[in-house]
Structure formats: structure tokens, C-alpha cells
């Protein structure tokens, strides 16, 4: 954990150029001065007052939230400059799907039935939302499909779907089999199932835990148990917010396209095993001929 955190703050501007070492010294001491806090005759209250909340309301929060990103941020810019159709299809079924979304799980989860929230929810969705989408679209189904209904996470799919093609060989940059089946299905629990999965268990959680206090504790030990996840809510959405680093997207990696692998994109050492295996190949393809 030390190490993923000390990479993370590395990559940033502010802490480039410190040393790695002295950055994981530091860390170690922090995370030592917190943990001393757990080794207290308390220190077992506090630890399952945070890890409740940390595992049941952060995790749950940020998953919704990357969802969001990669689902419903990402490359929405590609789709409204299509057109004003494509833009009013985009927004209808962004609009509606977080709307039903919310009605269904709040009202569902409060009523204990969460299971026909989830029907709901998704009848909502393909009966009243898809449709209405596909008609302000006024483009071909698979058209709107590609643009509108997988905006943002096929491209994604594509992109790590393609990094299984050949490198080299007869079938080089060729789509595999598999991929479309692949993508379909991450695209489909990425952007529509997980969030919709996800904040029906966070409704769940929330309210059982206004219906009774979490282990039986003390409500100031609730209110320290919530200070971490919500300092951890906070964190992410001032560094969405201030800590912006614009870097420019490769295109190529997620194009849909097959590009042939390069030095500065794969690093040196996927470099290097790439031309030992097309040199491994010509050369059982040289020995097949002399057969």
C-alpha cells in the first residue's frame, strides 16, 4: 500500500522530483502515528467504526463515481458534436437514467422492497428512457447504439479488448472472436449495472444505519467513524476540481482501430520481448518452408 501511494504522488508535479525513499519513510511514519491510535484500549471500537464506514459508504461512493467517469464523462464530447439530435439522445438517457435511478431506489429501499426497485428501475429505463432516446437520436439502431447508449465505454472496451490481438504473424491487428461478446458485457455492467447495483446497496446501508446505530456504539463514535470517508469524499473531489493536470489523450490506444505497438507506448521491456517473439517466429516460419 505504501508503495501505491508513494507511485501515485510521484506521478503528480508537486512531489516529482522528491525521493522515492524519503517519500516512503515519510508515509511509514504517518501511517505508523495512525495506527497507534488502534493498539489503544479503545483502538478496537475506533478500528470497526472506520472500517465499517470507510468499506461501506467510500468504496460504494467512489465506485459510483468511476462508473460515472468512465461511463458517463468520458467522450461525450466525441457524441455531442454530431449533432444537436445526438446531444438531446445523450442527454435524455443521462438525464433519465439517474433520475429513475434515484426515485426507484429510494422509494424501493424504503419500502424494503429493493428487488422490484431493480425491475423498476430497469423497466423504467428500456420501456420509457431507451426509447425516447433512440427517437430524438433519428439515426440508424446501431448508430445510436455505438454513439449514444455505449458513449464513452466502448472505446474503452475496444481498447483493452484490442490489446489481446496478434503482434505479429498472420492474423497481426486482426479482432479476435471474443472482443465484441467482451465489450458488450463491460460496457453494459460498467455504465448501467454496477452504479445502479451500487447505490441500491448504499441506500441499504444508509438506512440501516439510521434505523440503528452501527455495533450498538455510542453516536460520537459514529460521527468519528464517518470523518474518514468523508475526508476521503473530499479529497477526490478537490483533486477533480483544483489539482487538474490537463494531458493529452492517445488517440491511437483508444482508437478502434488496431495500431502497431510502439517503444515509447509499451515501454522497453514489452519492447523488447515483442521483437524477440517476431524473430522467434520468422525464424520457425523459415525453418517450416526449408521442410
Known amino acids: 500500500m505504501v508503495e501505491a501511494v508513494a507511485t501515485v504522488l510521484h506521478d503528480t508535479k508537486t512531489f516529482a522530483k522528491v525521493n522515492r525513499t524519503l517519500m516512503a519513510f515519510v508515509l511509514c511514519l504517518i501511517g505508523l502515528a495512525i495506527s497507534a491510535l488502534f493498539c489503544t484500549n479503545w483502538g478496537f471500537v475506533l478500528f470497526d467504526c472506520i472500517d465499517h464506514y470507510l468499506g461501506n459508504y467510500l468504496l460504494l461512493l467512489v465506485g459510483i463515481l468511476q462508473c460515472c467517469g468512465v461511463g458517463w464523462a468520458f467522450d461525450t464530447e466525441t457524441t455531442n458534436q454530431k449533432g444537436e439530435n445526438y446531444r438531446k439522445s445523450l442527454s435524455t438517457l443521462t438525464w433519465g437514467f439517474f433520475i429513475f435511478l434515484f426515485i426507484t431506489g429510494v422509494w424501493s429501499i424504503d419500502k424494503d422492497t429493493g428487488k422490484f426497485g431493480m425491475l423498476a428501475f430497469l423497466g423504467c429505463l ?136 510502439t517503444k515509447d507506448h509499451i515501454g522497453e521491456v514489452a519492447w523488447q520481448a515483442l521483437q524477440d517473439g517476431m524473430a522467434e517466429a520468422e525464424a520457425e516460419a523459415a525453418g517450416s518452408q526449408e521442410m
Open 126 to 261: 428500456c420501456c420509457f428512457v431507451l426509447p425516447i432516446s433512440f427517437l430524438q437520436c433519428e439515426a440508424p439502431v446501431m448508430d445510436w447504439y455505438s454513439n449514444v447508449v455505449m458513449c464513452g465505454v466502448r472505446r474503452i472496451g475496444y481498447s483493452m479488448s484490442k490489446l489481446g490481438r496478434d503482434n505479429y504473424g498472420p492474423d497481426k491487428g486482426n479482432e479476435k472472436w471474443y472482443e465484441q461478446y467482451f465489450v458488450f458485457y463491460w460496457c453494459i455492467t460498467i455504465k448501467y449495472l454496477i452504479p445502479a447495483a451500487l447505490w441500491f446497496i448504499l441506500l441499504y446501508v444508509i438506512k440501516k444505519d439510521i434505523k440503528e446505530l452501527y455495533g450498538g456504539y455510542k453516536l460520537y463514535w459514529q460521527i468519528i467513524g464517518l470523518v474518514v470517508p468523508i475526508t476521503g469524499l473530499v479529497a477526490f473531489l478537490v483533486n477533480i476540481c483544483c489539482c487538474v493536470d490537463e494531458e493529452k489523450l492517445n488517440e491511437d490506444e483508444f482508437d478502434y482501430d488496431w495500431h502497431e505497438p
